[in-house]
């Protein structure tokens, strides 16, 4: 076979699916969080850390939608906002984390004000809503593929935490529930975007790299966390401040 022969529809997105095994569930910190075997200053640091990601969900996807020309598209797209900002009728998942963060033992005014973000969380989170804003619509909606992994990761914690982590207020974990069934319709959509708009062999293998990053995305926003969580060295640990 010609190196540069597209791989058909069936192939890329078996291709695209496979690059699960970089998906951030596998990171130490989410494999000690599955166990249970996390402290609740390492639960509040992943929570409040990730908050920081899910209030520029809508961003990215406002950015998206900002450089889509096509009016269907768009009619789909904006639904993603719509879940995570919410509306008059329902809190969305920006609410629903936020009684997540409630949860765990952090007050909304607290979680809100970002004191807690770490750095390289910050500019990870950053980078990637940097890559939907100036990025082609289609390649900003590859992005989001990692959705496709996202229902497993939820699951484990709803099955898990109850056990493991008893202390926390069951109905904090409502964001893990509703984004199960969101995630799979979203996935649907990406996918077809993605599948129909990637279609030579050099615009699939582009695919599977934009995939890569927002993989890195995630993966490094825990590598962030485990430096401060886990081996209790955030930023500047080891700087003597001068009074």
């Given at each position: 076979?010609n190196e540069?022969t597209?791989?058909?529809?069936e192939?890329?997105e078996?291709?695209?699916?496979?690059?699960?095994i970089?998906?951030h569930?596998?990171?130490?910190?989410?494999?000690?969080?599955a166990?249970?075997k996390?402290?609740?200053?390492?639960?509040r640091g992943?929570?409040?850390?990730?908050?920081?990601?899910q209030?520029?969900?809508?961003v990215?996807?406002?950015?998206?939608?900002?450089n889509c020309p096509?009016?269907?598209?768009?009619?789909?797209?904006v639904?993603r906002i719509?879940?995570h900002?919410?509306?008059d009728?329902?809190?969305?998942?920006?609410?629903?984390?936020?009684r997540l963060?409630?949860?765990v033992?952090?007050?909304?005014?607290?979680?809100?004000?970002?004191?807690?973000?770490l750095?390289?969380?910050?500019?990870?989170?950053d980078?990637?809503?940097?890559?939907?804003?100036?990025?082609?619509?289609?390649e900003?909606?590859c992005?989001s593929?990692?959705?496709?992994?996202?229902?497993?990761i939820?699951?484990?914690?709803l099955a898990?935490w109850?056990?493991?982590?008893?202390?926390?207020?069951?109905e904090?974990?409502?964001?893990?529930?509703?984004?199960?069934?969101?995630?799979?319709?979203?996935v649907?959509?990406g996918?077809?975007?993605?599948l129909?708009?990637?279609?030579?062999?050099?615009?699939q293998?582009?695919?599977?790299?934009?995939?890569?990053f927002?993989?890195?995305?995630?993966?490094?926003?825990l590598?962030?966390?485990?430096?401060?969580?886990?081996?209790h060295?955030?930023p500047?640990?080891n700087?003597?401040?001068?009074?």
């Amino acid at each position: 076979m010609n190196e540069q022969t597209p791989w058909t529809r069936e192939e890329f997105e078996a291709k695209l699916r496979a690059k699960e095994i970089y998906y951030h569930i596998h990171h130490p910190y989410h494999a000690l969080m599955a166990e249970g075997k996390l402290d609740k200053a390492q639960i509040r640091g992943w929570v409040a850390n990730r908050f920081y990601y899910q209030i520029k969900i809508p961003v990215k996807d406002a950015n998206i939608l900002a450089n889509c020309p096509d009016r269907d598209a768009r009619r789909l797209w904006v639904q993603r906002i719509l879940d995570h900002d919410g509306s008059d009728r329902e809190g969305g998942g920006i609410e629903a984390w936020t009684r997540l963060g409630e949860a765990v033992g952090i007050p909304r005014e607290e979680l809100w004000s970002l004191k807690h973000v770490l750095p390289g969380v910050k500019f990870a989170v950053d980078a990637y809503v940097n890559f939907a804003r100036h990025a082609a619509w289609q390649e900003a909606a590859c992005s989001s593929l990692t959705e496709m992994f996202a229902p497993a990761i939820h699951k484990q914690r709803l099955a898990g935490w109850p056990d493991h982590y008893p202390w926390i207020e069951q109905e904090g974990l409502a964001y893990f529930r509703k984004r199960v069934s969101q995630a799979s319709r979203d996935v649907e959509h990406g996918l077809a975007i993605t599948l129909e708009h990637f279609r030579t062999r050099e615009h699939q293998e582009r695919a599977l790299e934009i995939l890569q990053f927002k993989l890195d995305i995630l993966w490094t926003m825990l590598d962030a966390l485990w430096l401060a969580y886990i081996d209790h060295k955030p930023p500047y640990f080891n700087i003597k401040a001068k009074a």
